[in-house]
């Protein structure tokens, strides 16, 4: 590849835009990013600046306000709101400043909550969306229309990228607003430490990650005052466990991602697929919480028991994307779970979430 081009990935330091900068320095590409610190993407004029003093060639759209079912929950306005704005900047301003080539990353949850499985990118739109995470599920389908919209009117190709659950390096393991891959491994990481009686570790993964939750602490009997731990036994794990769910490794989801953005357009060309200009990532099959968890405990070593508080929300009860579309382009998946799971605790263990 040219290093010609200058290539912007907003949201390099979350775990997808890492990822992204991974494959593209290893490709020799020449990557510009910025800090939140550095260029606020909610902020308008910011952007319009950036984009006016570094022109990139081509813009990879990963950032964005994530988190569960918590804090996607908790926080309805700020996960609405940010990627509002954050979208509409970076898109309007790509244009304005003549970026022809873009790839913006949505979510699984564009989708209805009683969509059939798997779900197929023509289900976009055809019902209703899942409670809990509503607000940034419309934002994200906000971001695909106005891809399209740039297309439509302007010949642009903009091109957008539905991944399924991802996890692995640089993930978060804040337990207020984690995914649940993350979650479990962060749970059963610390009740292995409470089993092994192990207080200073679990007051070194709390700096590391963040606070303990209080429930968190009952569960594994760790009391943060006293600095001691009686374990407990189990773990408890929110829901029912019955939900099916599909977990792509954030690496395959990188590459996913520049192989779409790299289709030549006699291949993909988004200006003739209008209002189905997106493309589903999924690794191609599914399992339910309950035996996902199974497989996280065996890799993290946890050998107590896990149970499931199904006083908690489940969410959808399946979300298994039909990726075929993207198959026939000549894409799959590479990273099983188990290995994925191994390579995400290794980074967890580093301390590089």
């Known amino acids: 590849?040219?290093?010609?081009?200058?290539?912007?990935?907003?949201?390099?330091?979350?775990?997808?835009?890492?990822?992204?900068?991974?494959?593209?320095?290893?490709?020799?590409?020449?990557?510009?990013?910025?800090?939140?610190?550095?260029?606020?993407?909610?902020?308008?004029?910011a952007v319009e600046a950036f984009f006016e003093a570094e022109r990139p060639t081509q813009?990879?759209?990963?950032?964005?306000?994530?988190?569960?079912?918590?804090?996607?929950?908790?926080?309805?306005?700020?996960?609405?709101?940010?990627?509002?704005?954050?979208?509409?900047?970076?898109?309007?301003?790509?244009?304005?400043?003549?970026v022809q080539q873009l790839l913006f990353l949505g979510s699984s949850c564009i989708y209805p909550k009683a969509v059939p499985q798997p779900m197929c990118e023509e289900a976009l739109l055809t019902g209703t969306l899942e409670p809990t995470n509503e607000p940034y599920a419309i934002a994200k389908i906000a971001?695909?229309?106005?891809?399209?919209?740039?297309?439509?009117?302007?010949?642009?190709?903009?091109?957008?990228?539905?991944?399924?659950?991802?996890?692995?390096?640089?993930?978060?393991?804040h337990l207020a607003n984690s995914h649940v891959l993350p979650a479990m491994i962060r749970k059963f990481h610390l009740a292995k430490l409470a089993q092994a009686g192990d207080v200073a570790a679990i007051e070194a993964d709390a700096v590391r990650y963040g606070e303990i939750p209080l429930d968190v602490?009952?569960?594994?009997?760790?009391?943060?005052?006293?600095?001691?731990?009686?374990?407990?036994?189990?773990?408890?794990?929110?829901?029912?466990?019955?939900?099916?769910?599909?977990f792509l490794h954030v690496d395959d989801m990188a590459a996913a991602s520049v192989f779409v953005m790299n289709l030549d357009k006699g291949v993909y060309d988004a200006n003739t697929l209008p209002m189905l200009s997106h493309i589903n990532v999924g690794y191609g099959s599914d399992l339910t919480i309950k035996e996902t968890a199974d497989c996280v405990a065996e890799v993290v070593g946890y050998r107590g028991e896990i149970a499931f508080d199904a006083s908690k929300p489940d969410g959808a009860p399946r979300k298994l994307m039909d990726s075929g579309r993207l198959t026939r382009l000549g894409w799959q998946a590479r990273i099983d779970l188990k290995a994925g799971l191994r390579n995400a605790y290794h980074d967890y263990l580093q301390g590089r979430g």
């Open 143 to 173: 971001g695909i229309k106005l891809c399209e919209s740039y297309n439509r009117q302007y010949g642009r190709d903009y091109r957008s990228v539905m991944p399924t659950n991802l996890y692995g390096p640089g993930d978060n393991y």
């Open 59 to 98: 813009v990879y759209l990963a950032a964005a306000k994530v988190g569960g079912i918590h804090a996607n929950d908790t926080y309805p306005a700020e996960f609405i709101y940010d990627n509002l704005m954050i979208q509409a900047n970076v898109i309007h301003s790509a244009h304005v400043h003549g």
């Open 217 to 246: 602490c009952k569960m594994i009997g760790f009391d943060a005052v006293r600095r001691s731990v009686a374990w407990t036994g189990s773990v408890c794990l929110w829901g029912t466990g019955t939900p099916y769910r599909e």
């Open 1 to 45: 590849m040219s290093m010609k081009r200058k290539v912007f990935v907003a949201g390099h330091r979350g775990m997808v835009g890492s990822a992204i900068v991974r494959q593209l320095q290893a490709a020799g590409e020449n990557v510009v990013t910025r800090t939140r610190a550095e260029l606020d993407l909610t902020d308008q004029a």
